[in-house]
Nanobody
Framework: VQLQASGGGLVQTGGSLRLSCTAS????????VGWFRQASGKEREFVAA????????NYADSVRGRYTISRDNAKNAAYLQMNSLKSEDTAVYYC????????????????WGQGTQVTVSS
C-alpha cells in the first residue's frame, strides 16, 4: 500500500487546513488510518485515527474539538480537517495505515505517507 499525504501549507493562527491522504495498491476499505505529526526536535505523535470497519474516529486530547478525521473508501482517501489552528500545531503531518483497528502507537502502523508540512504563523 502506498500512501500520499497532501494539503499542508502556511496558515495564520485560527485558520483552517484540510489534509488528504490517498492510497493505492491495496484494499483501503480494510485499513484503519491514522494521522501523526512531528514537530522540529520532537518525537512523532498521534493526532487522530479512524477505524476501517465503522469509521470510528479517535483524537489526541490536544486536537479534539478542532480536528475532524474522515474517510471516503470509494476514493481510497482519508482526510484531516484542521480548524482553529495554533502555533503549536506546526509540524510535518503524516498519514499511516494498518490492518485491524485503531492504534495510537506509531509502531503498529505498517504503511506511511511521505508527510506534508503545516506551518501556523501568528
Amino acid at each position: 500500500v502506498q500512501l500520499q499525504a497532501s494539503g499542508g501549507g502556511l496558515v495564520q493562527t485560527g485558520g483552517s487546513l484540510r489534509l488528504s491522504c490517498t492510497a493505492s495498491g491495496g484494499t483501503f476499505s480494510r485499513l484503519s488510518v491514522g494521522w501523526f505529526r512531528q514537530a522540529s526536535g520532537k518525537e512523532r505523535e498521534f493526532v487522530a485515527a479512524i477505524s476501517w470497519r465503522f469509521g470510528t474516529p479517535n483524537y489526541a486530547d490536544s486536537v479534539r474539538g478542532r480536528y475532524t478525521i474522515s474517510r471516503d473508501n470509494a476514493k481510497n482517501a482519508a482526510y484531516l480537517q484542521m480548524n482553529s489552528l495554533k502555533s503549536e500545531d506546526t509540524a510535518v503531518y503524516y498519514c499511516a495505515a494498518r490492518q485491524g483497528g485503531i492504534q495510537f502507537r506509531r509502531e503498529t502502523y505498517n504503511y506511511w505517507g511521505q508527510g506534508t508540512q503545516v506551518t501556523v504563523s501568528s
